[in-house]
């Protein structure tokens, strides 16, 4: 009995102790400027930069110098296609100057990964000459493959993102414009709203932002961010923006019968994928789930009649 009063009373210290740590006034970051210039020491946020930009650095160096090796297996100097590859990138996400490169490059990287892997697979194993040749060009077949499957499914799911993102997205431009911000005012204040909600549709309308200070035209902004997304409802929407502004109809109209049909649309795809929810269900069901209420069920008496025909004098 005494143990648990012990124990009790540490932990109402240890809950005292904790609330009084929670409530304690705590520095500001004004207070550790002041002492920072006082003292003249640097702030952790410029050192932390400062080592960010020196790794930074080093790995463009090494990357400049490997990477034009690993890429000549991938691709030949086609610009057509190196632009091709650089959009798809793009609409991942990646926009730095060395994604594509780096890309290339990974794919020559995990050809060879894979392709030892295998081959040492196959040593192990023992096998013949003929399986292990075909076994290790698989391996290096699905190491050079692997990058573009990686690459198809974020941009997937990058699409996923914005297209969720694009109704209540929508909703925000339309109350923004009826309170009487312009058309680049609302795209500005929404991707600074909604970024924690939507963060990838958020950067793409800062980007159409960013085009539109630099002096290029609305319209072609608006483009642009079709063609980096790749979707067909950002197309749509965006030809409802420049052909509303084209005859001077009322825009924050435009956008609510938008955002009513791209809601409508996300509606009928969830409940599009609910109906194949039972279809796909059969599988694990037949395959699981069934054979075990089998046994549970005619278990029993599956035993029962070979104990009983284990008995029966003429069956002996």
């Not at 009322?250 to 994928?273: F, G, M, P, T, Y």
Request: charge should be positive; charged fraction near 20%; hydrophobic fraction near 45%.
């Amino acid at each position: 009995m005494n143990i648990y009063l012990y124990a009790l009373a540490g932990m109402a210290i240890v809950s005292i102790m904790l609330i009084i740590y929670a409530f304690w006034p705590k520095p500001t970051q004004d207070d550790d400027t002041i002492q920072r210039r006082m003292t003249g020491r640097r702030a952790q946020n410029a050192m932390q930069e400062l080592r960010r930009q020196a790794k930074e650095s080093v790995a463009k160096r090494v990357l400049d110098t490997v990477a034009p090796m690993a890429i000549r297996s991938s691709m030949k100097n086609d610009a057509a296609q190196m632009s091709k590859l650089r959009m798809k990138l793009a609409m991942a996400g990646l926009r730095t100057e060395s994604a594509p490169t780096t890309f290339l490059a990974s794919k020559t990287v995990m050809a060879v990964l894979l392709g030892l892997a295998a081959a040492a697979y196959v040593w192990a194993k023992g096998m013949h000459m003929e399986n292990a040749i075909g076994i290790t060009m698989m391996g290096v077949g699905m190491g050079f493959l692997t990058p573009n499957l990686w690459l198809n499914s974020a941009v997937s799911k990058r699409q996923e993102k914005i297209r969720n993102g694009l109704p209540d997205t929508l909703d925000m431009m339309v109350i923004s414009v009826e309170a009487g911000l312009g058309l680049d005012a609302a795209f500005q204040r929404v991707g600074d709203e909604m970024k924690k909600v939507h963060p990838v549709l958020c950067e793409e309308l800062q980007l159409v932002t960013l085009e539109s200070q630099m002096g290029i035209p609305r319209s072609e902004a608006l483009c642009n961010l079709g063609t980096r997304t790749g979707l067909d409802e950002v197309r749509s929407l965006v030809a409802i923006i420049n052909q509303t502004e084209r005859f001077g109809t009322s825009i924050a109209k435009a956008l609510r019968n938008q955002s009513d049909a791209l809601r409508v649309k996300r509606r009928q795809a969830a409940e599009e994928r609910a109906q194949k929810t039972t279809v796909k269900l059969m599988a694990p069901l037949i395959l699981f789930i069934f054979p075990a209420i089998l046994v549970v069920l005619a278990g029993p008496a599956a035993l029962k009649m070979i104990e009983a025909l284990g008995n029966t004098p003429g069956l002996k």
